[in-house]
């Protein structure tokens, strides 16, 4: 029997038309497409533009309102629609959940995106709200982990395992015959995304051997003029290449011309970036931590590191770099994406979380 399901979208948003809202929440908006293949699933925004359309099996409905105004609204649409559950985006709307609960009576369900409410006074009111929140998503249960250990969620029973987003990259199926193993880097030049770590592993690294080439794009560049003078003290310019910004219209195919994904990153959320090099069969190096652990769990085609542990990585790095990229290979990381990170595998993620509810 198919469930109504309302996906709620708290945060104001402003977009240019409906094409750019499409394009900006693609990622979000494919796997509910493929979970409204199974159920009845509709989508409410709060944003400048306003819609109400069916949008390929999706619901599709954004308002214009301040942020109580539209609680309202969706309270009432909750109702009219009759909609047994309500997954709510944002842990940071935890408020907002209870007073759904309270005045719809359905399921509510918190998916995390990231948010550290648990370090923010209004945390206080978490355990209250907890009362009212029938499950929260998490990328992985160690992300829940610190909101359990502040008692903002009361049981690690609530927690489901849901990755936050998909994509739409494939294999190009081209073979790698480069002498040179090509690495890259995609990410912010911020303190988080601890470049500095990967620079100090190349050091090391390139004394054992020098066929590699590691290059790194990037929007904000934070730390850019740091990263270079240290590329400059240590003789490292023969190695890596400061890139800066790429169109993501051409990711993809700078991911698939890559032997190695590489992110040394001390917190992620979701890990975009990470999905996006699986999709298209890119070899993963990546720091060990909570996001990285569960999108990679179950994949042997990997290597993972201590983050801040440059000698950890370069070792990591030098295994790699010995092994043969093939196509093979491209294909196994492939097929964990689809079995893990694909828009079918997340809409089965959330049926099975749905499933145990109704129990």
Request: aromatic fraction near 10%; charge should be positive; hydrophobic fraction near 40%.
């Amino acid at each position: 029997m198919k469930k109504k399901i309302v996906y709620i979208n708290l945060f104001s948003s402003q977009y240019k038309d409906k094409e750019a809202l499409l394009k900006e929440q693609y990622s979000s908006l494919s796997y509910k497409i493929e979970l409204g293949k199974m159920h009845i699933v509709h989508y409410l925004l709060n944003n400048n533009l306003e819609l109400n359309e069916k949008y390929h099996s999706i619901y599709l409905k954004s308002e214009k309102l301040n942020r109580w105004s539209f609680l309202k609204t969706a309270i009432n649409y909750i109702k009219k629609n009759k909609c047994k559950y309500v997954i709510i985006h944002g842990l940071d709307y935890f408020l907002e959940a209870a007073i759904i609960k309270l005045f719809s009576g359905s399921k509510v369900i918190l998916q995390h995106h990231a948010e550290k409410t648990y370090l923010r006074k209004k945390a206080v009111l978490m355990p209250w709200a907890d009362k009212w929140i029938d499950a929260y998503l998490f990328n992985g249960k160690e992300m829940a982990l610190p909101f359990l250990q502040k008692k903002c969620i009361s049981s690690v029973n609530k927690i489901y395992e849901v990755v936050e987003g998909s994509s739409d990259f494939n294999v190009s199926g081209q073979k790698h015959t480069n002498a040179i193993k090509q690495i890259v880097c995609i990410g912010r030049l911020n303190e988080n995304k601890n470049f500095i770590t990967l620079l100090k592993a190349v050091g090391i690294l390139k004394l054992k051997r020098s066929d590699f080439c590691v290059s790194i794009y990037y929007t904000s560049n934070d730390s850019e003029d740091d990263l270079k003078a240290y590329c400059n003290t240590n003789k490292l310019n023969d190695y890596i290449v400061f890139k800066g910004a790429i169109p993501k219209t051409q990711i993809e195919a700078l991911l698939n011309s890559a032997d190695v994904f590489i992110s040394c990153s001390l917190y992620e959320g979701s890990g975009y970036s990470l999905i996006e090099a699986l999709a298209c069969g890119t070899f993963p190096i990546v720091s060990n931590i909570a996001a990285f652990d569960f999108l990679l769990n179950g994949l042997d085609e990997k290597e993972q590191f201590r983050p801040r542990n440059e000698l950890e990585l370069a070792a990591k790095l030098n295994k790699a770099l010995d092994r043969e990229f093939t196509n093979a290979q491209k294909e196994t990381i492939r097929n964990h994406f689809e079995n893990k990170c694909s828009d079918k595998a997340i809409a089965l993620q959330i049926e099975n979380a749905l499933q145990e509810l109704t129990q």
